[in-house]
Structures are given as structure tokens and as C-alpha cells.
């Protein structure tokens, strides 16, 4: 049976030669275009002085009594004002804090620089402090009411609906990625390590899930014992929850961002890894999933686009999401919102169509897939075969390892996927039993990850010791594991 490429080319026409074109603007006027500055943002009059509008181009602006000031207000207000306003009072400027997904986030800073104080929404930064600037934040100086700018971003996002809590620490961008169960946002934080990015992933409460039955998610109750699961939760290859923000309609989740994307778009680019990178990475996955089931938690949407990474490096932390998330949802709506295909889902759930009991082993069976996918680039199943639906692929086990993908890939590799993707749960391998499996007996893969994940140089870095037994250990360890 053929099996689906994860990375199918799109069908795009060739491409024309530029000379064949016909421009219905001259060429100057395109190059004078494409050399303006770019408006990144606008300083709009507010309150009882007259002040003009200040277009931002520039990547920093002075605000004071100072002629060299861009924004000077000597001799523009009364004198008795202007005198409560410093040389330099404040000063507004933009970062570039990295790129995600190839586009570059910008952070804008308003940073004090005054005696008398700048005030944003009517709170006071304080001298050498700064602040994240978001769109339609009111500017005032020396007094809360002494008001004398709106910022206006040009890439503003409307957080008028967000809880008032959230938008007092947290400065909302662009969107990152939507998904079945909500969208998810670049957001920066307004205090502490202000301009620190992180992921806000917004869930849609509605009170009658797709279902017909009674979401979960609109019970206050339940919502919060969840809550304190997935914080309590602390584990170097599960996404770290910074906080949850709760509104009648909707769950909002702070969690740290991974710079790296998601594993599915590592395995198209590549067109599937080398057999030691799919390693390094699984192993660290197992041992999230391993970390879940030892605190009694079944991941059940376990699937590349849950697999986060830290960086673009080929070596990289390697982080599981959406942890505790899927507890949120009951099982019959998971079943019809596996992004359109139950490819990662275990036959025991579609056998019952996600109405039956089934225990924490359909975790080590979506783990088998995804191992298939990392290898090899493809999916183990074909969505569009005219012999057999993919359900019945996935409930009759009926997948082979294509000799394309596969010649090179080690039999202790495609041992663990079959005792993966063996259909009787019971029978299926457990999660414990992949840590003892003869391909993770790896002891400089091992090393890899132990040294990765204990000496990292970020602010949330481990002790200098092994993580823990389940974690990493030596090989003489394994081998002691495997023979009990």
C-alpha cells in the first residue's frame, strides 16, 4: 500500500520572465515606492494641548522641552505646563526581538526618562523603567490626566474583547497558527522582562459543543482544576503554561514560545530525517509522554504539530503541547477535530468512535506514527485508498515500510514502530517499555539530550545533575531496565 508524503508540492505555474511584463506604473515611480520609509505607527493628539500628529518611521523618538527633542514642546503649550516637562521626558522606540516563521517581531518600548513621571493608560512607568506600547495606549506626562498621545500601531491588534487582567500584562501581535481547538498569538510581556515573547492560545468556550452535549469548557469548575494540573506540570520537554486568563467565552492560555516551529514542518522541509536526528527528537518526546502518564494525564492528540522546538538547530529542545488541553474537550468532539484526518489516532478510539474506555496506551500508538513520519517523510497510511477507508487502514493495521524510505533505516527502528503500531492495546508496547527498547540504548544520543536539557543557558536552566532515572541514565541503567 502506498503511504501520503507529508510534504506534497503545490502545483504552481512556470514562472514568466520579468522583460514579457507590462507595468502600468514607470519604474521610477516603483523604486520611489519601494524607498519609503515604512509607518510603523502614529503618536495621534489627545487632551487639551495642540499637538500635531507624529507619523513613526524612525526606529526611536524623544519627547521633551529640548530643541533637539523630535518632539518638542517648548513654547507650543502654556508656560506653566511645559515647565512640569523634562529636557527629555520619554523616549519611544522599536526592537527587533527575532523572527518567527520568517517574519521579524517588532516589540515598541516607551521608555521614562522623566522626574515627574510618564503615565500609560493612567499608570506610572517611573523613571529608567519602560513599558511595552500597544495599540491605542493613552500617553500622559508629569499627571495621570495630563494626556498628550495615543499610540496608534499600524499593525495593531484589537484586544478590546481580551480580559482587562491579560491586557494589563501582556501586549498582544500577530497570529502564530490556528488549530482545532483555537488560535494561537505572539504576545509580549508589559513588566518584569518586558518585551519577553510568548504564545497566547486562545480556546473557544461554547456552551454547547459540536457534539450536541455540554462543552467542558464552559464549567468554572472544572476549567480551574485543569488549570492547576497543567501548571503544576514541570517537565524540560513540555511547554512550560505561564497563565491562564479565563472570560465567559473564552480560555486564554500564556505559554513560552518556541523559536524553532512545529516538528511537521521540520520533517517537509527536510522530506523526513536521518534516523540519529529522529532519535535525538523522540527520544525527548517519550519522555514528556512518559512525565504525562506518570502523573496520570493521556495526551490523546499526540502529532507533529503538537511537537514543538526550541531553535531552527538541527539539535534542538524539543517540547509536547497541548498537554492537558485535550481534558478540556470530551472525546466524541477530539474524534471531529483531528484536522480533518484521524491519521495519529489509535484503533481503539475509532473502533468505539471515541464513545468507549481506552487507556493511555493510544499515546504510544500515535508515537509509533509519528516515528514512521520523522524516518521516512511519510504519513503510514493513505487517505484517498480505493480498497480500504483510512479508518480501516488504521483498525486493520495495514501499513508497510516502503523500501524508498526504509533501506536505510536500522531493524531495532522499525522493531519499535511495529511494537508501537500494534492494533490490541494490550498487547501494544508501553510507554516505559520505549525507554527500555534496544534503539534508545544510544549512550551518546543519551549524552546528547542529558547535557542539552541540564546545562541549557536560559533563565528556566536545570541543576547540573542527571535529570532522573525515567529521564536519561546511563546505558548500563537501560540494560538493567530491559532484563527486569
Not at 495593531?156 to 481547538?181: I, N
Not at 499515546?363 to 485508498?385: A, R
Not at 515500510?401 to 533501506?407: E, R
Request: aromatic letters at 8%; a neutral charge; charged letters at 25%.
Amino acid at each position: 500500500m502506498e503511504t501520503d508524503e507529508i510534504n506534497t508540492p503545490l502545483s504552481l505555474p512556470d514562472t514568466q520572465n520579468a522583460d514579457s511584463q507590462c507595468f502600468t506604473q514607470s519604474q521610477d515611480t516603483l523604486v520611489a515606492a519601494e524607498t519609503q520609509p515604512k509607518v510603523w505607527g502614529r503618536l495621534c493628539p489627545h487632551g487639551e494641548i495642540s499637538l500635531h500628529t507624529v507619523v513613526l518611521t524612525k526606529d526611536e523618538y524623544t519627547f521633551g522641552r529640548l530643541k533637539s527633542c523630535d518632539i518638542c514642546i517648548k513654547d507650543k503649550i502654556p508656560l506653566k505646563k511645559e515647565q512640569v516637562i523634562s529636557k527629555t521626558h520619554f523616549r519611544i522606540y522599536r526592537e527587533k526581538c527575532g523572527t518567527s516563521n520568517g517574519v521579524e517581531d517588532d516589540v515598541v518600548y516607551l521608555h521614562d526618562e522623566s522626574q515627574n513621571g510618564t503615565f500609560v493608560n493612567n499608570n506610572l512607568v517611573g523613571k529608567n523603567n519602560r513599558v511595552v506600547l500597544v495599540n491605542n495606549d493613552l500617553i500622559a506626562v508629569a499627571k495621570q490626566h495630563f494626556h498628550v498621545f495615543v499610540y496608534m500601531s499600524t499593525s495593531g491588534y484589537d484586544d478590546s474583547f481580551l480580559p482587562e487582567e491579560l491586557r494589563g500584562k501582556y501586549a498582544v501581535s500577530r497570529t502564530l497558527g490556528a488549530g482545532a481547538c483555537g488560535e494561537v498569538k505572539l504576545c509580549f510581556s508589559k513588566s518584569g522582562l518586558a518585551g519577553k515573547k510568548y504564545a497566547m492560545k486562545m480556546i473557544s468556550k461554547a456552551r454547547i459543543s459540536i457534539t450536541g452535549h455540554k462543552n467542558p469548557l464552559n464549567d468554572e469548575k472544572h476549567i480551574m482544576n485543569e488549570v492547576a494540573i497543567c501548571k503544576s506540570l514541570k517537565h524540560p520537554c513540555i511547554i512550560k503554561v505561564e497563565e491562564f486568563f479565563d472570560s465567559p467565552s473564552m480560555v486564554y492560555i500564556i505559554l513560552e514560545l518556541m523559536e524553532g516551529g512545529e516538528l511537521l514542518e521540520r520533517i517537509k522541509k527536510a522530506n523526513g530525517l536521518s534516523e540519529e536526528n529522529s532519535k535525538f527528537i523522540f527520544y525527548q518526546v517519550v519522555l514528556a509522554v512518559n512525565y504525562l502518564h506518570e502523573h496520570g494525564i493521556t495526551h490523546r492528540d499526540l502529532k507533529p504539530d503538537n511537537i514543538l522546538l526550541a531553535s531552527h538547530e538541527e539539535e534542538t529542545i524539543v517540547k509536547v503541547s497541548d498537554f492537558g488541553l485535550s481534558k478540556f474537550v470530551d472525546s466524541q468532539t477530539m474524534m471531529k477535530t483531528f484536522c480533518g484526518t484521524p491519521m495519529y489516532v489509535a484503533p481503539e478510539i475509532l473502533l468505539t468512535g471515541g464513545r468507549g474506555s481506552y487507556t493511555s496506551q493510544v499515546d504510544v500508538w500515535s508515537l509509533g506514527v509519528i516515528l514512521y513520519c520523522c524516518l521516512s517523510g511519510l504519513t503510514p497510511f493513505k487517505v484517498n485508498d480505493k480498497a480500504n477507508t483510512l479508518s480501516d487502514q488504521i483498525v486493520k493495521g495495514l501499513y508497510k515500510f516502503h523500501f524508498s524510505k526504509f533501506f536505510d533505516v536500522s531493524a531495532n527502528a522499525k522493531d519499535l514502530i511495529k511494537r508501537m503500531m500494534t492494533v490490541d492495546p494490550k498487547k501494544r508496547i508501553t510507554i516505559k517499555e520505549v525507554l527500555r527498547h534496544p534503539w534508545m540504548d544510544d549512550m551518546e544520543m543519551l549524552n546528547k539530550v542529558n547535557k542539552l536539557l541540564g546545562f541549557t543557558n536560559n533563565e528556566n536552566a536545570l541543576p547540573r545533575r542527571p535529570i532522573n532515572e525515567n529521564i536519561a541514565a546511563s546505558s548500563t541503567k537501560l540494560k538493567r531496565a530491559r532484563l527486569e
